[in-house]
């Protein structure tokens, strides 16, 4: 295992994905990862991807670059204080991604770490100014092209209930797109959901209703 997923490994503290491990009775090096999720996964990022990859939720953005820079450092100290890779990133806000996969893997040339980074969407939907901000940041860590960081590679994955017409990725980082200019799609399907929504006793939509009715969930389309 790379020295960035080892760790990328030690600063997950996510409660909620604690609380999934111990309810669902895996640790942190037990095969976690669904067969036909890494199937459709491989697809879209070219890449097999092994049922022992590591796996977060909710996975901040300064953890990643934390983790980046000090597996470029040599003589690692955990317990003794660092320069900052970005003092004026880190600690500035929560973003974070939602699902991070990351493993390594042979590459042409020598071995790779792949970073997967996983924007998902079910029901509710993005806006083109919350994928910029994202992306930017991104940017920040990895450069428009991904090159600075050697055999690390990273993917940014948006996942959908379907793709959507309304992404302008246009000022992306070149490597969170493909050879077409179009963010990389993982598709999935959904169980069928309902909302609760505010109403009048005639059904009709009113934000200050008194009443309630349930109304289909849709999947999201971005």
């Known amino acids: ?17 604690a ?61 003794k204080p660092f320069k900052s890779p970005a003092a004026d990133q880190i600690n500035r806000n929560q973003q974070d991604i939602d699902l991070l996969v ?3 893997a042979a590459g042409t040339n020598g071995p790779t770490t792949h970073l997967v980074m996983i924007e998902a969407k079910a029901y509710l939907h ?18 428009d092209d991904a090159l600075r960081r050697g055999i690390l590679k990273p993917h940014f994955v948006l996942m959908t209930g379907r793709v959507s017409p309304n992404i302008r990725p246009c000022g992306w980082p070149r490597w969170t797109k493909d050879g077409q200019g179009s963010p990389f799609w993982l598709e999935y399907s959904l169980p069928v959901r309902r909302k609760v929504t505010r109403c009048g006793p005639d059904g009709k939509r009113d934000k200050s209703g008194a009443w309630l009715r349930f109304d289909p969930a849709a999947a999201s389309t971005g």
């Open 126 to 143: 993005w806006t083109n100014g919350q994928l910029d901000s994202k992306t930017r940041r991104l940017g920040q860590i990895f450069g």
């Open 1 to 17: 295992m790379s020295q960035a997923i080892e760790i990328l490994r030690s600063l997950d503290r996510k409660e909620r994905f």
């Open 19 to 79: 609380v999934l491990r111990d309810a669902l009775g895996f640790d942190d090096h037990a095969p976690v990862l669904d067969p036909d999720f890494r199937d459709r996964l491989r697809a879209c990022i070219n890449v097999p991807v092994p049922e022992t990859a590591f796996v977060a939720m909710d996975y901040h953005l300064d953890w990643i670059q934390i983790a980046l820079h000090l597996a470029e450092g040599s003589g690692i100290d955990l317990d």
């Open 102 to 104: 990351a493993f390594d």
